[in-house]
Nanobody, 123 residues
Framework: QVQLVESGGGLVQAGGSLRLSCAASGRTFGSGWFRQAPGKDRDFVAA????????EYADSVKGRFTISRDIPKNMVYLQMNSLKPEDTAVYYCAAARDIMYGTSRSPNGYYYWGQGTQVTVSS
């Protein structure tokens, strides 16, 4: 019932910044960002609960990325600063279907998924 659409990806030089947006067509509970590089698993990046009061980050992005939520707009954002080539991946927005998985670090904690947006960080 909920459609997620990511935007904001692109090509950026190392050290640069991007802000990813995730637009949801309806109400969501916990939301997360994951990323997947070719030939690799889908890895957890960040998560935020339904009201934005709790967040979780992968160690690899801690201190560089910030996840946030705009509840009235049904939007979730991922501000990415100090980007590194290792951050290159397709980034996916995910949303839980119930409040139990508000800040899950596992893909299994989410039901709705966007189609992904490519982030490429050059050296």
């Amino acid at each position: 019932q909920v459609q997620l659409v990511e935007s904001g990806g692109g090509l950026v030089q190392a050290g640069g910044s991007l802000r990813l947006s995730c637009a949801a067509s309806g109400r969501t509970f916990g939301s997360g960002w994951f990323r997947q590089a070719p030939g690799k698993d889908r890895d957890f990046v960040a998560a935020i609960n339904w009201n934005g009061g709790k967040t979780e980050y992968a160690d690899s992005v801690k201190g560089r990325f910030t996840i946030s939520r705009d509840i009235p707009k049904n939007m979730v954002y991922l501000q990415m600063n100090s980007l590194k080539p290792e951050d290159t991946a397709v980034y996916y927005c995910a949303a839980a279907r119930d409040i139990m998985y508000g800040t899950s670090r596992s893909p299994n904690g989410y039901y709705y998924w966007g189609q992904g947006t490519q982030v490429t960080v050059s050296s």
